[in-house]
């Protein structure tokens, strides 16, 4: 009975224990401290949401800043270190805080900005205290002591030097996002920046642009009168950059800035001496963007066209028409370096 009863009054004294805590934690002892802040703040928010603009984002604004004071203040009162530097904790937090109400918006919340910015304004919350002497209203301006000056400017320095590996963090991914073509070549042998998703499996934009051409070419050059055909030759130029245009409406081009950066151009000669009426079709897709070489590198698909004849289709069978035949292989591997002069 005796055992029974000491493990009642344990029972009992843990149970008192943790709501004093707890009434010490959520019942602020005065007026002026981080539970008011923190408790105005969701009043504000509460009161917000049954306000409408400009009140609304007025009375929003109030919540955000009764939050971060609150919060910087409470993370402030027993600070823990950051392990092997002197920012607290707290900093971290607030500076997170102020990053999202400065830089955030309202459909993503947090944004590219507020990651980068992060590191640096947790620097500047742990930094500035530093410059002033006293608490509360009765705070003066100092300067900081020689001793303290360097470990103020490592930890703002490296701080910095982290949110600009984070923005290039960004950077890098929005380049490999809207140009693909840059990821497959500039960036295979890259020492600083590391493929961690498997390769996509499509062909690289050049080749799927040189791929989407053929038909088009096709059907303008193929069976058309032999005449005509040697007009659209002289005029390859035009008529491919007239192709290309529709080649670019493709969705999968839509979808990446790097359409512009593929320069389609013909290279015409007469691979046979003998037949002057055959003609090599050279479709070249040059890369004009970034590249790992200063050469760069381009595509190429080649097409066979030449005249044949075919009957007329009228009474008379020997009767009949020379008109053109075209027959293209299949794009090449990239060549390094610019492709030869058109003649």
Known sequence: MAT???????????????????????????????????????????????ATTPIKEIIALFGWLFLIAGTAWYTTEDPVRVPGTFMP?????????????????????????????WPTISALVTVIPNFFVGTGVGAKPQIPKPEDRQKLIILLGSSMLISCWLQFYFVMDNWLMEYPSVQSDSFKR??????????????????FILNK?????????????????????QNANTNLNRLKQQVLREKRLQNHEEKVLWDIQPRISNPNPNKKDEYLLDIVGI????SSNSR??????????????????????????????????RVSKPIVGTPPAQR
């Open 4 to 50: 029974l009863f000491k493990d009642l009054l344990v029972i009992f004294k843990f149970v008192t224990d943790s709501l004093l805590g707890l009434r010490k934690l959520v019942v602020p002892a005065k007026a002026y401290s981080w539970q008011t802040f923190i408790y105005l703040s969701l009043y504000s928010w509460v009161i917000s949401y049954f």
């Open 89 to 117: 904790v707290g900093a971290l937090i607030t500076g997170f805080l102020v990053s999202v109400f400065a830089f955030g918006n309202e459909l993503n919340g947090i944004t590219p900005q507020t990651i980068v910015l």
């Open 190 to 207: 890259s020492t600083f920046v590391v493929r961690t998703e498997i390769p996509p499996t499509n062909p690289p934009n050049g080749i």
């Open 213 to 233: 051409l053929q038909p088009l070419i096709e059907n303008e050059i193929d069976a058309r009168p032999w005449s005509q055909v040697e007009k659209w030759l």
């Open 287 to 290: 890369w004009i963007g970034p």
């Open 296 to 329: 760069g590198y381009y595509f190429k698909k080649s097409c066979q066209v030449g005249p044949i004849a075919r009957s007329a289709n009228t009474k008379k069978p020997e009767e009949s028409v020379i008109v053109a035949e075209i027959e293209c292989g």
